[in-house]
C-alpha cells in the first residue's frame, strides 16, 4: 500500500512540475496560436540566470523574478520585432522561434560554456507526510505550479484584460470591431507567457544540472502536454495534459526503465491523438 501512495505522490509532483514547464508555451500557443519552438531556450535562459544570479550572492527569490523579468522583456522584444509581423503564418513563427532558439543555445555557450551548472536548493532535504517521504523543495515548486495556475484562472476570468484574451481567442475580427487593440493585447500574451517561461526556468533549475540544453529536457514534453490536453485550454488542457504525460512516464518508469518509460509515453500521446487529434479536452 506504501508504494502505492509513493507512487502516487511521486506521478502528482511531476505532473505539476511538468505542467509549470508547459504553462508558458500553453499560453502562446494556445491564446495566440504562435508555434513558440523558442519556450526551450527561454526554460535554459531562465535556468542560466537563476545561477548567474545566485552565484553573486543573491537570496533565490531574488533570481526567480529576475530570470521571470529577464526572460519577459526578450520575448517582448522577439514580438515586437519579428513575431508580430507573422501572426497570420503559423509556419513561418515556428521556423522563426527555432531559429531564434538556436541562437540563444549558442550565445548560451559562448557566455556560459558547456560545463554543468548547480543552482543550490532553497530548500534541501525532504519532509514526511503519513509515512510517505517527499523532496521538499520539489514540493515546493509543485505547489507553487498551483498556485500560479489559479492565478491566471482568476486573470483571465476575472478581469478586463482577461475578457478581452478571450474575446480574441473567440473571434479576432469583431474583438477589433469593438475597439480591442488586438497587437496590444497579442503583445501582452507573448510577453506572459515568456515571463512564466524563464519563472519555471529558474525554479527547475536546482532540480536538474543547468546546461545549454536543459530546456530541451522539456520542449517536447511541453509540446506533447499542450497537444494532448488540448490546445486553447490554458488551466484544464495543461493539468490533463500533464498527468497524462508525467503520470504516464512515473509509471511506466516503475515498471520498467526510464528510456522504455519515455517511449511509452511517446506512444501513448500518438494514440490519444489518432482518436482525439482536437486532445482530451475539447473546445467548447
Known amino acids: 500500500m506504501s508504494d502505492i501512495v509513493t507512487v502516487a505522490v511521486d506521478a502528482t509532483l511531476i505532473t505539476l512540475v511538468l505542467a509549470l514547464a508547459a504553462f508558458g508555451l500553453a499560453i502562446i500557443y494556445g491564446l495566440i496560436g504562435v508555434i513558440n519552438m523558442a519556450h526551450g531556450?527561454?526554460?535554459?535562459?531562465?535556468?542560466?540566470?537563476?545561477?548567474?544570479?545566485?552565484?553573486?550572492?543573491?537570496?533565490?527569490?531574488?533570481?526567480?523574478?529576475?530570470?521571470?523579468?529577464?526572460?519577459g522583456l526578450i520575448g517582448l522584444a522577439l514580438e515586437h520585432t519579428i513575431i508580430r509581423h507573422f501572426y497570420d503564418r503559423p509556419f513561418d513563427t515556428l521556423l522563426l522561434t527555432w531559429a531564434f532558439f538556436l541562437i540563444i543555445t549558442e550565445v548560451i555557450k559562448i557566455i556560459f560554456g558547456t560545463d554543468f551548472r548547480n543552482v543550490p536548493s532553497p530548500f534541501p532535504g525532504a519532509i514526511t507526510i503519513a509515512g510517505v517521504t517527499i523532496p521538499a523543495y520539489r514540493s515546493f515548486v509543485a505547489a507553487l505550479s498551483l498556485a500560479l495556475m489559479m492565478g491566471t484562472a482568476v486573470l483571465l476570468y476575472r478581469t478586463s484584460l482577461g475578457i478581452k484574451i478571450r474575446a480574441l481567442i473567440q473571434n479576432r475580427?469583431?474583438?477589433?470591431?469593438?475597439?480591442?487593440?488586438?497587437?496590444?493585447?497579442?503583445?501582452?500574451?507573448?510577453?506572459?507567457?515568456?515571463?512564466?517561461?524563464?519563472?519555471?526556468?529558474?525554479?527547475?533549475?536546482?532540480?536538474?544540472?543547468?546546461?545549454?540544453?536543459?530546456?530541451?529536457?522539456?520542449?517536447?514534453r511541453s509540446f506533447f502536454v499542450v497537444i494532448v490536453g488540448g490546445i486553447g485550454q490554458v488551466l484544464t488542457g495543461t493539468l490533463v495534459g500533464s498527468f497524462l504525460i508525467g503520470g504516464?512516464?512515473?509509471?511506466?518508469?516503475?515498471?520498467?526503465?526510464?528510456?522504455?518509460?519515455?517511449?511509452?509515453?511517446?506512444?501513448?500521446?500518438?494514440?490519444?491523438?489518432?482518436?482525439?487529434?482536437?486532445?482530451?479536452?475539447?473546445?467548447?
Open 41 to 71: 531556450a527561454m526554460l535554459t535562459l531562465g535556468a542560466y540566470i537563476a545561477w548567474a544570479v545566485t552565484s553573486q550572492g543573491f537570496a533565490f527569490p531574488i533570481a526567480v523574478l529576475t530570470a521571470g523579468v529577464t526572460v
Open 173 to 220: 475580427e469583431v474583438a477589433s470591431l469593438l475597439g480591442l487593440n488586438i497587437d496590444r493585447t497579442y503583445k501582452t500574451v507573448f510577453g506572459l507567457g515568456s515571463f512564466i517561461a524563464g519563472l519555471s526556468g529558474a525554479l527547475i533549475a536546482p532540480m536538474l544540472s543547468v546546461d545549454p540544453y536543459i530546456g530541451n529536457v522539456y520542449l517536447v
Open 248 to 284: 504516464a512516464e512515473t509509471l511506466f518508469a516503475v515498471l520498467s526503465n526510464q528510456v522504455v518509460a519515455q517511449a511509452a509515453v511517446f506512444f501513448l500521446a500518438i494514440v490519444i491523438l489518432r482518436f482525439r487529434p482536437e486532445g482530451v479536452i475539447r473546445p467548447r
